[in-house]
């Protein structure tokens, strides 16, 4: 788990280090968007971890707090911080609320991915994974973009 994280800290980091030009909204999502994909889309420890996680939402047996003190908290801090610096103004309960849309938005085209073994076909039944990122991208920042505009 301590590599994930590093990889994904750290490439969120790299976009947001970034002067010319500035980190966009879109380069910040699509880098975490990547780096949350990659390692649980192949063929190699990502996917067991993988299995792991969904095992361990029904029949749990790792120590409670693993998961989230050890991978989780350390990368959706560095993307929160990320987002409320590329979208300023927007309120931290909808920067958590908008990452926890994005993961949804991510595992779902995973599971999408695996079900329909994406790319694989000529005439795929849903689109590449490649494109549903991209996708993915474009709705989340038009989406945080308005949350933060809006004023309840």
């Known amino acids: 788990m301590g590599e994930m994280r ?5 490439r969120i980091e790299k ?3 970034q002067t010319d030009p500035e ?6 999502l699509r ?8 390692p649980l ?16 939402m029904s029949d749990p047996h790792l120590p409670r707090r693993m998961f989230i003190d050890e ?16 979208c300023p103004g927007l309120e931290q309960d909808k920067i958590v609320f908008s990452i926890i849309s994005i993961i ?3 595992v779902h085209i995973i599971h999408l991915n695996k079900l ?3 790319g694989d076909f000529v005439e795929s039944p849903t689109p590449a994974l490649a494109e549903m990122v991209d996708h993915i991208v474009e709705f989340s920042a038009a989406g945080i973009r308005a949350a933060a505009k809006r004023t309840d």
């Open 71 to 86: 991978l989780a908290a350390p990368t959706l801090s560095a993307l929160g911080k990320g987002i409320a610096r590329v």
């Open 104 to 106: 949804g938005q991510l």
């Open 15 to 17: 976009v947001m280090a």
């Open 31 to 38: 880098e975490f968007a990547t780096a949350f994909i990659e």
């Open 23 to 28: 980190p966009t909204l879109e380069k910040l």
């Open 116 to 118: 329909f073994d994406l």
């Open 41 to 56: 889309i192949d063929n190699t420890g990502g996917s067991l971890f993988m299995k792991l996680m969904i095992h361990e």
């Open 6 to 10: 590093n990889i994904r800290t750290a």
